[in-house]
């Protein structure tokens, strides 16, 4: 059973930074490209960024480009999301989740096993 827990979400005014983490425990985390998503009140989940089983391939929404940064370290079974010059835009629920179908990366469907999520609050 895979497990996967977010944290470092919080509350930052416009313009701040946080760095979200997910640890994937209970499978094998290595072969698995991976992926965030976000979900804000009311919408629908979102993709926020990818990449690739050997961290080189990454993928961004263009709402993020610039902005954030997707990173992982195989050896710790984490991947990370380092978030720059936030906005209130970004305020919602961030989750992160193994890529197991192949297809589009920004595709929710092709993700499982998701996490608990962690809020991001971004003031103005």
């Known amino acids: 059973q895979v497990q996967l827990v977010e944290s470092g979400g919080g509350l930052v005014q416009a313009g701040g930074s946080l760095r979200l983490s997910c640890a994937v425990s209970g499978s094998t985390f290595n072969g698995y490209a991976m992926g965030w998503f976000r979900q804000a009140p009311g919408k629908e989940r979102e993709f926020v960024a990818a990449?690739?089983?050997?961290?080189?391939?990454?993928d961004y929404a263009d709402s993020v480009k610039g902005r954030f940064t997707i990173s992982r370290d195989n050896a710790k079974n984490t991947v990370d999301l380092q978030m720059n010059s936030l906005k209130p835009e970004d305020t919602a629920v961030y989750y992160c989740a193994p890529r197991i179908k192949a297809g589009a990366p920004a595709r929710a469907t092709n993700y499982d096993y998701w996490g608990q999520g962690t809020q991001v609050t971004v003031s103005s």
């Open positions: 990449i690739g089983w050997g961290g080189v391939k990454t």
